[in-house]
């Protein structure tokens, strides 16, 4: 009943959303990033109220504070307040030595079992060749938390596992389940990286898996100075492209700047209407790639006065 008058609440606020498999995870459209709401990136928990864009980065840790702000015409029941987690849930996996999920086995193998022919299929939908599955190493299981999800691993430079990243096929489910390590203690396939050639940086995974060769994902839309990414791209001097969603041009020239400031050779470029790398084919991916623009000082600035609306005050 509680879970049912905060889906209500929920769909009223964003717009109807869609709900996971389990019934505690709602994904709808994020006022911040997409006020038209053409997607739905903005993931809500029925159960303990947190909620996440995976765009934006906007969350917190109550949906119906944010809503009261936002939306203060949506009547939000007391009991929503009073109760803010109701139902128990599964928190993410806690380890201290990393391993693989339990039973995982490769989607590019022949089997008859319909979740692993549901992830390949979902694969092969958004332009996966069952090449890149076995170049990538991408994995499943058949039960447990990770069943449905697309796991890629990570490797470092001795061939053993430093992450994995467990994507959802299914809509309304938490999007991704990844390895409980710091992001920037590793680097993503480490083993695979050539360090005397140029690098690409995107965003996510599948934007890698779509991209040329020796693409590194920076699993996120930031990249700190004390990450061990940065130490080694300064450490070799690296020719770098900086490539985010075309949505996070800001962020993306933030990361160049800093890399230039650490003496590298910077370009920057980005995919058009919208769309990310990872629903863009390899193709058009590598010739966006080979018109990259150098990254100068007045790139970043350029782009802060043109970000300025009008009628603001500096």
């Not at 083993?191 to 934007?207: S, Y």
């Not at 996070?248 to 370009?267: D, E, P, R, S």
Request: with cysteine; hydrophobic share 35%.
């Amino acid at each position: 009943m509680i879970r049912q008058k905060a889906k209500s609440v929920v769909n009223k606020a964003f717009g109807a959303g869609s709900v996971s498999r389990d019934g505690i995870n709602v994904a709808v459209s994020c006022p911040e990033c997409d006020p038209n709401r053409t997607k739905k990136k903005l993931s809500v928990r029925l159960d303990d109220y947190r909620f996440h864009c995976w765009v934006c980065g906007i969350k917190g840790k109550n949906v119906w504070k944010y809503i009261n702000k936002k939306f203060p015409n949506v009547q939000i029941d007391e009991i929503l307040f009073t109760n803010p987690k109701k139902y128990e849930y599964e928190p993410e996996e806690e380890v201290s030595t990393l391993d693989l999920p339990k039973g995982f086995v490769p989607v590019f193998r022949k089997t008859r079992d319909p979740d692993v022919r549901a992830v390949k299929n979902y694969l092969l939908s958004r332009g996966l060749t069952r090449a890149d599955m076995i170049r990538w190493r991408v994995l499943t299981t058949t039960t447990g938390r990770f069943r449905r999800r697309a796991i890629v691993p990570s490797f470092d430079l001795e061939g053993n596992l430093n992450y994995y990243v467990g994507r959802s096929i299914d809509e309304g489910e938490f999007k991704y389940l990844n390895a409980k390590v710091s992001k920037s203690e590793i680097i993503f396939n480490e083993v695979d990286v050539n360090w005397k050639k140029p690098i690409v940086l995107v965003e996510g995974v599948f934007d890698a898996i779509k991209s040329i060769p020796n693409t590194i994902p920076i699993l996120g839309s930031t990249l700190s100075s004390n990450s061990y990414l940065y130490r080694c791209l300064m450490k070799n001097q690296s020719n770098v492209i900086v490539s985010l969603d075309p949505d996070l041009k800001g962020k993306a020239l933030k990361i160049a700047k800093t890399l230039h400031q650490a003496g590298c050779n910077v370009k920057v470029c980005f995919t058009t209407d919208g769309k990310d790398m990872g629903d863009t084919s390899r193709e058009e991916n590598a010739k966006m790639l080979s018109n990259a623009k150098n990254f100068t000082p007045y790139s970043h600035l350029t782009h802060k006065i043109n970000s300025i609306r009008s009628g603001s005050i500096i």
